[in-house]
């Protein structure tokens, strides 16, 4: 796999440089009231570039007679025709103007490449670098977690209840980055702090199904962290970040005598030219926590080259490196577990057993993509990856120690034959392997000889989209192959059929069916350990875990103002692995059946007040564990029936304020301390931004009512936090 990983990047053709000569077009973007704006400025077929903060831009443009097109969402777009010759300059200002009609943005990830929004057969959430910059925040999964349809369970992503909660182990949701899967080669979970906040440009969010594309993990959906393109010219991006953590509401749950702190401070910068491009980030940042046993330390340093040997040749290199040293609180304390008070529970502190308890966690990826268009009809891509992960536990009763890693490689084609037609085919292999002490595949949780073991997944896949009239029909497939410890596992099929119908009274309707499949994670496999308390022990016979999933939905646009969008969708799950206490332990089984169904809707909308909008999204889901053998239907775990967010924003000048509010029914049902209290989560962020020049300052106040209450059994969730970052672009 290693051979084939170096072979794939070593083979693939390259053009030689275009010889025609080449022009430099700069100048500035701004909006009728001389706001600037952060545009994309593009020559078609040519890289483009993002104007920075201030507007600014300057591009590599090929000499001669060309079309400029200024694109930023929400207002027209503008085309320019310029002719400048082989080594010269030339300075244009642009002024856009307020779209008359909300303009759809440009996607690529339901359907691996480029693609109109109103033109996927899945619901897809957009959440855009504007998004997360207005939040002060340190990791990007804050921000995904207000889109529509998608929670997050103490640190695991839902998709509309897809994954539930198990410790960050098995998601049913594949991360990607730039199109690179990222999910760890051991667990199967996601590391959300592994790009640096400062370089995501937007995350997109598939909903549903993806296997057909995407194979293993992406049972419950996509979500792909697109990194920022590396702009022309010379930046440079300065980020302090600084923040507090109310003191309990009550005297009796004090546990410190001091208020807790965060602070964090990042450097970006970035030079681009006509044929090589880069950028670097790194920083850190420091946090007292919350409650007892909280304190963490993150470290982290991520690069980007590109080298475009052609105006259709793109070469990218990507990586990066995180270092986390954090104290592992547990769960809180009960009566005569801690110093309680005379209190029943302690929320703020963690209960005696796992006093002392550290985790060491290193992560990081490299990947290499190599883009290139052929001709107007062919185009492909290659890419090599490799993603590590290494953790130590450090706790009063033994070490937990493990080390994995996940080679990846990729072919993928994109074939436009005449007519209105694409097809998508490719081929993806990937290795991960982990060795250590908690994967023994003894039932004796007692047992801590280290041991290794491997999964290997081979796949091909084709997709195809005819258009016939105004409808886009879309028919694909996936195969996918794995073995573990060089034992053949399992061979897996995953079809996809979509329609898309625009209409022009009641928008773009949209339904598809598919399979989705995840292979269980070597993780829940092979791990025997201790989870609070409770002996975790292994299951080496479970199966992949299938599901059809259907859905119904429709985009449209009510007026100039207001956008919605509405999806009715159900999935049938089959041998989906859950989380099961039986005789006092926990083990990873094969649940027979399970069915998620539902109702998804957002609406998007701009008042008349200028510069004021909102959303709202709300998430309905009824999500059973089916009757099987001895045991009756019943809720499936850490999934709530009502999820509603509400967002707004208002925007004068260089000032802004917006808000969310986030509330969240409560749990049916959870697997472990079942007789604990639930309640609902009602939960309001307020925040608030100021651009001065090269300036902007942006605060915070999460959890403004400092309501208390737990996400997951026994697990505090975050308090009121106040927070600021102050950044320096250049």
Same mark, same amino acid.
Do not use: M
């Given at each position: 796999m290693r051979s084939l990983l170096l072979g794939a990047l070593a083979i693939v053709p390259l053009r030689a440089a275009s010889a025609q000569g080449t022009a430099?077009?700069?100048?500035?973007?701004?909006?009728?009231? $001389?706001?600037?704006? %952060?545009?994309?400025?593009r020559v078609n077929g040519h890289p483009a570039t993002v104007a920075d903060t201030q507007g600014r831009f300057r591009l590599s443009v090929p000499a001669g007679r060309v079309i400029v097109r200024v694109s930023f969402l929400g207002f027209q777009s503008v085309d320019d025709t310029v002719t400048v010759a082989a080594g010269d300059s030339l300075e244009r200002d642009y002024r856009l103007v307020p779209a008359v009609a909300l303009l759809q943005p440009v996607i690529v990830t339901a359907g691996k490449r480029s693609q109109l929004l109103s033109q996927v057969v899945t619901s897809v959430a957009l959440v855009t670098d504007t998004e997360v910059a207005r939040r002060a925040i340190t990791t990007v999964d804050e921000a995904v977690d207000k889109a529509p349809g998608v929670q997050f369970l103490n640190g695991q992503v839902n998709i509309r209840g897809s994954s539930g909660y198990v410790q960050g182990l098995g998601s049913r949701v594949l991360m990607l980055v730039d199109g690179v899967p990222a999910n760890q080669g051991d667990r199967g979970g996601i590391n959300w702090d592994l790009v640096p906040l400062e370089d995501v440009a937007r995350v997109e969010i598939v909903k549903g199904a993806g296997s057909a594309l995407y194979g293993s993990a992406a049972l419950g959906g996509v979500v792909n962290v697109i990194t920022r393109e590396i702009p022309s010219g010379l930046h440079a991006r300065v980020r302090a970040?600084?923040?507090?953590?109310?003191?309990?509401?009550h005297d009796i749950w004090k546990f410190r005598d001091y208020t807790g702190a965060q602070e964090g401070l990042d450097v970006t910068a970035s030079y681009g030219a006509d044929v090589v491009r880069g950028s670097y980030t790194a920083g850190g940042w420091h946090s007292d926590g919350y409650r007892g046993q909280d304190r963490r330390n993150h470290w982290q340093t991520a690069g980007k080259a590109q080298w475009l040997p052609s105006p259709t040749t793109r070469v990218t290199t990507s990586g990066s490196w995180a270092s986390d040293?954090?104290?592992?609180?547990?769960?809180?304390?009960?009566q005569g577990s801690c110093d309680d008070r005379g209190q029943a529970f302690q929320p703020f502190m963690i209960d005696?057993?796992?006093? *002392?308890?550290?985790?060491?966690?290193?992560?990081?990826?490299?990947?290499? !993509?190599?883009?290139?268009?052929?001709?107007?009809?062919?185009? =492909?891509?290659?890419?090599? $990856? =490799?993603?590590?992960?290494?953790?130590?536990?450090?706790?009063?009763?033994?070490?937990? =120690? @493990?080390?994995?890693?996940?080679?990846?490689?990729?072919?993928? *084609?994109?074939?436009r034959p005449p007519g209105d037609r694409v097809v998508t085919v490719?081929?993806?292999?990937?290795?991960?392997?982990?060795?250590?002490?908690?994967?023994?595949?003894?039932?004796?949780?007692?047992?801590?000889?280290?041991?290794?073991?491997?999964?290997?997944?081979?796949?091909?896949?084709?997709?195809?989209?005819?258009?016939? @009239?105004?409808?886009?029909?879309?028919?694909?497939?996936?195969?996918?192959?794995?073995?573990?410890?060089?034992?053949?596992?399992?061979?897996?099929?995953?079809? &996809?059929? *979509?329609?898309?119908?625009?209409?022009?009274?009641? *928008?773009?309707?949209?339904?598809?069916?598919?399979?989705?499949? %995840?292979?269980? $994670?070597?993780?829940?496999?092979?791990?025997?350990?201790?989870?609070q308390g409770i002996p975790v022990v292994p299951n080496p016979n479970l199966r992949p875990e299938t599901a059809w999933s259907v859905e119904l939905g429709d985009a449209a646009t009510l007026?100039?103002?207001? &956008?919605?969008?509405?999806?009715?969708? =159900?999935?049938?799950?089959?041998?989906?692995?859950?989380?099961?206490?039986?005789?006092?332990?926990?083990?990873?089984?094969?649940?027979?059946?399970?069915?998620?169904?539902?109702?998804?809707?957002?609406?998007?909308?701009?008042?008349?007040?200028?510069?004021?909008?909102? !959303?709202?999204?709300?998430?309905?889901l009824h999500a059973r564990q089916l009757a099987h053998d001895s045991v009756?239907?019943?809720?499936?775990?850490?999934?709530?029936?009502?999820l509603l967010t509400l967002s707004a924003d208002y925007q004068r000048g260089a000032i802004g304020v917006g808000g969310d509010f986030r509330y969240t029914s409560r749990l049916d049902r959870v697997e472990i301390y079942e007789a604990d209290p639930r309640v609902a989560e009602k939960v309001l962020n307020l925040r608030a931004s100021a651009v001065w020049g090269a300036w902007t300052l942006r605060a915070q106040l999460a959890n403004a009512l400092n309501y208390i209450y737990s996400q997951v059994p %026994? !697990?505090?969730?975050?308090?009121? #936090?106040?927070?600021?970052?102050?950044?320096? #672009?250049?």
């Open positions: 430099a077009l700069y100048g500035s973007v701004r909006d009728s009231s $001389s706001r600037p704006l %952060r545009a994309v400025v970040l600084g923040g507090v953590y109310a003191d309990p509401p040293q954090y104290e592992t609180p547990l769960i809180w304390c009960t005696a057993s796992g006093r *002392g308890a550290f985790t060491r966690s290193d992560k990081g990826y490299l990947a290499t !993509t190599v883009d290139q268009r052929a001709s107007e009809r062919f185009a =492909w891509q290659a890419r090599g $990856s =490799w993603g590590r992960t290494h953790f130590t536990d450090f706790q009063p009763a033994g070490d937990d =120690w @493990g080390v994995a890693n996940r080679y990846g490689v990729e072919f993928r *084609g994109e074939v490719g081929a993806e292999g990937s290795f991960s392997d982990v060795r250590t002490n908690i994967f023994t595949g003894d039932t004796n949780p007692a047992s801590s000889v280290a041991r290794t073991h491997d999964q290997r997944e081979f796949a091909a896949y084709a997709e195809g989209e005819h258009r016939v @009239g105004t409808v886009r029909l879309v028919a694909g497939t996936r195969i996918d192959h794995l073995d573990v410890d060089g034992g053949g596992l399992a061979t897996v099929l995953s079809p &996809r059929l *979509g329609v898309v119908l625009p209409t022009a009274r009641v *928008g773009v309707w949209r339904a598809s069916v598919g399979r989705g499949f %995840r292979a269980p $994670s070597l993780a829940e496999r092979f791990v025997s350990t201790l989870v007026s100039s103002a207001v &956008r919605t969008d509405a999806a009715l969708f =159900w999935t049938d799950a089959y041998d989906l692995i859950e989380p099961t206490v039986d005789n006092g332990r926990i083990q990873f089984r094969n649940v027979t059946r399970a069915r998620l169904a539902g109702l998804d809707l957002a609406v998007t909308a701009t008042a008349p007040v200028a510069g004021l909008s909102s !959303t709202l999204s709300y998430t309905f009756p239907e019943r809720p499936l775990a850490f999934r709530p029936t009502h %026994r !697990t505090l969730a975050p308090v009121r #936090t106040l927070a600021a970052t102050i950044t320096w #672009t250049y």
